[in-house]
């Protein structure tokens, strides 16, 4: 039998835990000193699987290299691809691209601010789409990332395990601020970021918790250094390829299994001499 989730009959005093502990430990970022659409986008693509202090240090230079939709547009991917380097999961910078030439070319270079129409975008999912509206343009969008959780949890569920996202909505809908939902999500993931440094971190009472594998020797790496190696040298010869990720261990049949990966997602092509590139 599904449980119904808990009645928050300390809402009020919930609400004022959150405030309380954002007004001590606000975590200034440049995309919330100014929350414009292209700015919220583009760091809420960011975050999804790159910790906050990395983002911070590296959002302004990819900015500076595209400063708009258009710029990202019309970039090179190489170029793109450079300028993620140190953010990992480089799928997203591929994603980057195509959601930046779906809102130049049916958007009129101007983000949408519909959810539904925000997860039709590439790399978008629920989660992204809800936090994009609400902080691009502070629409009362429903949404759970993983400080979000992490509060919930710690304050409604401290005795469960197992516990589910669909549990928790009902609570994140009945204690949002719904006429500053921005600040009001900037709060509670400072809140959860704060649980997180405590030791306890109650994610691992959730159902959605999936322990991240080490990242040495994983199809991570490989992608990784394939994609680096292209980005600095621009090809990898045909003749080379059977050796290529040897020195880390990879054998030849492991590496010709990524190239192939990244080749059907769109990150790579063969040359008629059968060199790999990256492609245009």
Same mark, same amino acid.
């Given at each position: 039998?599904?449980?119904?989730?808990?009645?928050?009959?300390?809402?009020?005093?919930?609400?004022?835990?959150?405030?309380?502990?954002?007004?001590?430990?606000?975590?200034?970022?440049?995309?919330?000193?100014?929350?414009?659409?292209?700015?919220?986008?583009?760091?809420?693509?960011?975050?999804?699987?790159?910790?906050?202090?990395?983002?911070?240090?590296? !959002?302004?230079?990819?900015?500076?290299?595209?400063?708009?939709?258009?710029?990202?547009?019309?970039?090179?991917?190489? =170029?793109?691809?450079?300028?993620?380097?140190?953010?990992?999961?480089?799928?997203?910078?591929?994603?980057?691209?195509?959601?930046?030439? *779906?809102?130049?070319?049916?958007?009129?270079?101007?983000?949408?601010?519909?959810?539904?129409? *925000?997860?039709?975008?590439?790399?978008?999912?629920?989660?992204?789409?809800?936090?994009?509206?609400?902080?691009?343009?502070?629409?009362?969008?429903?949404?759970?990332?993983?400080?979000?959780?992490?509060? !919930? +949890?710690?304050?409604?569920?401290?005795?469960?395990?197992?516990?589910?996202?669909?549990?928790? *909505?009902?609570?994140?809908?009945?204690?949002?601020?719904?006429?500053?939902?921005?600040?009001?999500?900037?709060?509670?993931?400072?809140?959860?970021?704060?649980?997180?440094?405590?030791? =306890?971190?109650?994610?691992?009472?959730?159902?959605?918790?999936?322990?991240?594998?080490?990242?040495?020797?994983?199809?991570?790496?490989?992608?990784?250094?394939?994609?680096?190696?292209?980005?600095?040298?621009?090809? +990898?010869?045909?003749?080379?390829?059977?050796?290529?990720?040897?020195?880390?261990?990879?054998?030849?049949?492991?590496?010709?299994?990524?190239?192939?990966?990244?080749?059907?997602?769109?990150?790579?092509?063969?040359?008629?001499?059968?060199?790999?590139? *990256?492609?245009?």
């Amino acid at each position: 039998m599904q449980r119904e989730p808990p009645v928050p009959r300390d809402l009020d005093a919930f609400q004022g835990r959150v405030r309380e502990v954002y007004r001590d430990h606000y975590r200034p970022m440049e995309w919330r000193a100014d929350p414009a659409p292209y700015k919220v986008f583009i760091s809420e693509i960011m975050l999804q699987q790159t910790q906050v202090p990395r983002v911070m240090r590296l !959002f302004p230079l990819f900015l500076a290299r595209f400063p708009g939709f258009g710029e990202l547009a019309n970039a090179s991917f190489a =170029d793109i691809l450079q300028a993620w380097t140190g953010l990992g999961y480089n799928r997203r910078a591929r994603y980057l691209q195509e959601a930046a030439c *779906l809102v130049r070319d049916r958007h009129g270079g101007v983000l949408p601010r519909e959810v539904e129409t *925000l997860r039709t975008l590439p790399g978008v999912g629920a989660a992204t789409a809800g936090s994009i509206a609400a902080f691009a343009y502070n629409v009362p969008a429903i949404f759970i990332e993983t400080n979000i959780r992490r509060v !919930f +949890i710690h304050h409604f569920f401290p005795d469960r395990r197992e516990v589910h996202d669909r549990e928790i *909505l009902p609570l994140v809908e009945q204690s949002l601020d719904r006429e500053n939902p921005r600040e009001w999500y900037w709060a509670l993931m400072d809140y959860g970021a704060l649980l997180a440094r405590s030791g =306890d971190n109650p994610n691992r009472r959730s159902r959605s918790y999936v322990r991240q594998n080490s990242f040495r020797g994983s199809d991570r790496q490989l992608r990784g250094m394939v994609l680096r190696h292209l980005v600095d040298h621009g090809s +990898i010869a045909a003749e080379d390829i059977p050796a290529y990720g040897a020195a880390e261990g990879f054998p030849p049949v492991r590496v010709e299994a990524v190239l192939k990966r990244l080749e059907d997602e769109g990150f790579l092509q063969r040359t008629e001499t059968g060199a790999i590139v *990256l492609r245009r």
